[in-house]
Nanobody, 125 residues
Framework: QVQLVESGGGLVQTGGSLRLSCAAS????????MGWFQQAPGKEREFVAS????????HYADSVKDRFTISRDNAKNTVYLQMNSLKPEDTALYYC??????????????????WGQGTQVTVSS
């Protein structure tokens, strides 16, 4: 089992920045591919970014490319999502997710096995 706890969400104005954190416990964190997803009201949960076990490979949704950066600190068992140049359409509940070791860093919900409870990000116009 893997437990994931997100933090860092909040209310920010358009153009502002936030950094989300996701603390993991329960398995060797450095063996887990990790991802971030977002779910806006009335919409399905969508892929935002993913990162490989070592942090050497990352993937982003086109909507956040060049604005968001995913990173991880395996010594702290934590994955981050730095969000810059925020837009009102980024408003959503953001979820951290972990895949099984060796599963690869996927871009769809079925690629991940463990999920956090989510942290709310609201961007005002």
């Amino acid at each position: 089992q893997v437990q994931l706890v997100e933090s860092g969400g909040g209310l920010v104005q358009t153009g502002g920045s936030l950094r989300l954190s996701c603390a993991a416990s329960g398995r060797t964190f450095s063996s887990l591919p990790m991802g971030w997803f977002q779910q806006a009201p009335g919409k399905e949960r969508e892929f935002v970014a993913s990162i490989s076990e070592s942090g050497g490979t990352t993937h982003y949704a086109d909507s956040v490319k060049d604005r968001f950066t995913i990173s991880r600190d395996n010594a702290k068992n934590t994955v981050y999502l730095q969000m810059n140049s925020l837009k009102p359409e980024d408003t959503a509940l953001y979820y951290c997710a972990a895949a099984m070791p060796g599963a690869g860093w996927g871009t769809t919900q079925p690629d991940y096995d463990y999920w956090g409870q989510g942290t709310q990000v609201t961007v005002s116009s």
